[in-house]
T-cell receptor, first 113, second 113 residues
Framework: AQSVTQLGSHVSVSEGALVLLRCNYS??????LFWYVQYPNQGLQLLLK??????LVKGINGFEAEFKKSETSFHLTKPSAHMSDAAEYFC???????????FGTGTRLQVFP | NAGVTQTPKFRILKIGQSMTLQCTQD?????MYWYRQDPGMGLKLIYY???????DKGEVPNGYNVSRSTTEDFPLRLELAAPSQTSVYFC????????????FGEGSRLTVL
C-alpha cells in the first residue's frame, strides 16, 4: 500500500543549525508529496508540496524539500533553525488517481537556544 | 471566512454512549476528511467525501459513520463509544483533485471512560 515513512520521531537542533527531517515514500509512480506543520493545540498547516513540477520545492518560513525519485525521498530542510520552528512535522502522500491523503507518523522538532 | 470549524473542542463520553462531532466549512471545498491523531501514530484517515452525497472509508473506519448532505457539513458519528476511540479528531477540507492542499480545523479532543 502507498505510504510514507518518517525516520526519527524526535529531532533536536540548536538555534541557527541546519534542520533536516526525513521522509521516504513507497510507490512505483511518483505521487504528490506534502509537508505539513502542527503547532501545539492547533490543526495542521501546509508547508510545501511537490506535484511533479520542480524537484526542489520552496515553502513557507524558509523551509524547502527536494524530491529524489532514485531515493524515493522527500526530505525537509531549513538552513538555520529558529525557536519558532519547534513543532511537529508531517510528511503526506497522495497517490495520483486517488482522493486520499495519507500521513506519516510525524517528527517532533525541538530547537534549543 | 471562518475556514473549517469543528465542535465541540472537548468532550468526555462514557463507554457505550453516542455522539456526533460537527464539521462545517465555508470555503466551498468539494473534498472533506476526518482524521484521528494518536501519539506516535500520526494521522489516520477515518472517512472522506468527494462531494455532497458521496462518502468513502479511509484507513480506520470501524466504529464511525459519516454523512454529507450538503457541501458545507461533514459530521462524524460515534454510535457506541469505546476507550479505543479516545483521540484527537481533525476535520479537513480542500480541493484535493487540483492542489492536494488540505485546510484543517482546530481539532476535537474526545475521551471515552
Amino acid at each position: 500500500a502507498q505510504s510514507v515513512t518518517q525516520l526519527g520521531s524526535h529531532v533536536s537542533v540548536s538555534e541557527g543549525a541546519l534542520v533536516l527531517l526525513r521522509c521516504n515514500y513507497s510507490s512505483s509512480v511518483p505521487p504528490y508529496l506534502f509537508w505539513y506543520v502542527q503547532y501545539p493545540n492547533q490543526g495542521l498547516q501546509l508547508l510545501l508540496k511537490y506535484t511533479s513540477a520542480a524537484t526542489l520545492v520552496k515553502g513557507i518560513n524558509g523551509f524547502e524539500a527536494e524530491f529524489k525519485k532514485s531515493e524515493t525521498s522527500f526530505h525537509l530542510t531549513k538552513p538555520s533553525a529558529h525557536m519558532s520552528d519547534a513543532a511537529e512535522y508531517f510528511c503526506a502522500v497522495r497517490l495520483l488517481g486517488t482522493d486520499k491523503l495519507i500521513f506519516g507518523t510525524g517528527t517532533r522538532l525541538q530547537v534549543f537556544p | 471566512n471562518a475556514g473549517v470549524t469543528q465542535t465541540p473542542k472537548f468532550r468526555i463520553l462514557k463507554i457505550g454512549q453516542s455522539m456526533t462531532l460537527q464539521c462545517t466549512q465555508d470555503m466551498n471545498h468539494n473534498y472533506m476528511y476526518w482524521y484521528r491523531q494518536d501519539p506516535g501514530m500520526g494521522l489516520k484517515l477515518i472517512y472522506y467525501s468527494v462531494g455532497a452525497g458521496i462518502t468513502d472509508k479511509g484507513e480506520v473506519p470501524n466504529g464511525y459513520n459519516v454523512s454529507r448532505s450538503t457541501t458545507e457539513d461533514f459530521p462524524l458519528r460515534l454510535e457506541l463509544a469505546a476507550p479505543s476511540q479516545t483521540s484527537v479528531y481533525f476535520c479537513a477540507g480542500g480541493q484535493t483533485e487540483t492542489t492536494g492542499e488540505l485546510f484543517f480545523g482546530e481539532g476535537s479532543r474526545l475521551t471515552v471512560l
